[in-house]
């Protein structure tokens, strides 16, 4: 049976054949090998942004696609948000695990891509969807909460652990504010100072399950 699916990644395998990162409905991130591909007319089509569904065979930790049609139109992404969309589907590829069903997740990544053809604002895109992938990998962040039960202040600075979640500080300006905690946990924000901190605290929290290895989509901001 044929299932909805993304192209995460993908690159050439012996000559004439494709090796494929895929984000499968009912399955996951699944690696797939496209046979013949590079050489035929399905390398336009299994590539990232195009929504599909596909079919494929096998045991092995690598399955064989064996079956593949569009499903609609390619998302056209361009500049930044070409390297936005790039950036979702390393974190997928990264840090999902292959074969564990997230459909909840694919749906939200769906609509991600989405967003990030037609809202003006896409960090707020990419905040949204970086929360809902800790959550859905079990590492949700407790935003509304310090480490110890105590109500986050707008008011108030905090610094983040990951082994603790946030505490209080009374150093200056070290930390979150308490105003882009609450910015991030209702999904919504104006202040510039906010979308920074924002950032990079999600950046933190990121890099401590990413690991030492960085992200080559980063790098293509700079």
Not at 156 to 162: C, I, N
């Amino acid at each position: 049976m044929m299932m909805p699916a993304f192209v995460l990644h993908r690159r050439p395998y012996q000559n004439t054949s494709l090796l494929l990162e895929c984000f499968v409905a009912g399955c996951g991130r699944l690696p797939l090998i496209a046979k013949g591909a590079a050489r035929s007319k399905l390398k336009a089509e299994l590539q990232p942004f195009q929504p599909l569904a596909i079919d494929w065979r096998g045991m092995g930790e690598v399955k064989t696609l064996t079956g593949a049609e569009t499903t609609d139109k390619p998302l056209a992404l361009h500049g930044k948000r070409l390297y936005c969309g790039l950036y979702l589907n390393e974190l997928l590829t990264r840090l999902l695990p292959r074969e564990e069903r997230h459909d909840g997740l694919l749906e939200a990544y769906w609509k991600s891509l989405v967003s990030l053809v037609h809202v003006e604002d896409i960090d707020w895109q990419l905040r949204l969807f970086e929360l809902r992938l800790l959550d859905e990998l079990g590492y949700g962040l407790q935003l509304a909460v310090t480490a110890d039960g105590e109500v986050i202040s707008e008011g108030r600075r905090y610094l983040y652990s990951p082994d603790h979640g946030f505490t209080l500080t009374g150093r200056g300006n070290a930390g979150v504010s308490g105003a882009t905690l609450h910015a991030l946990c209702n999904g919504a924000w104006n202040e510039r100072i906010e979308r920074l901190e924002a950032r990079d605290l999600m950046r933190t929290v990121l890099d401590h399950h990413l690991g030492h290895r960085p992200l080559k989509s980063r790098e293509l901001f700079h």
